[in-house]
């Protein structure tokens, strides 16, 4: 069994940063990938980023140049640096990850950032 178990999230005024973390343990080998994805009220869930084997980083076009996502091989971590929010990152962002080719779901953290 995989858990992901996020941390980081909060209140923050538009402008300001939050990082969030998320760790995994359990019966973890062959990550595909891992990444963060958010819900707001009355959206689809959206991937945000998202990082792949190498090193390869991928970004929503609406947090590119604002947000970096950071992994750590060996504490099977993935970080997500979040810069110059605005209010509408408002959201809860998941983080997710592919293991030989299964989905694994963290519960959510709240992000809300004010005006």
């Known amino acids: 069994q995989v858990q992901l178990v996020e941390s980081g999230g909060g209140l923050v005024q538009a402008g300001g940063s939050l990082t969030l973390s998320c760790a995994a343990s359990g019966s973890i080998f062959r990550i595909n990938a891992m990444g963060w994805s958010r819900q707001a009220p009355g959206k689809q869930r959206e991937l945000v980023a998202h990082t792949i084997s190498g090193g390869i980083t991928n970004y929503a076009d609406s947090v590119k140049g604002r947000f970096t996502i950071s992994r750590d091989n060996a504490k099977n971590t993935v970080d997500l640096q979040m810069n110059s929010l605005k209010p509408e990152d408002t959201a809860v962002y998941y983080c997710?990850?592919?293991?030989?080719?299964?989905?694994?779901w963290g519960q959510g953290t709240q992000v809300t950032v004010s005006s």
């Open positions: 997710w990850m592919n293991l030989a080719g299964r989905h694994y």
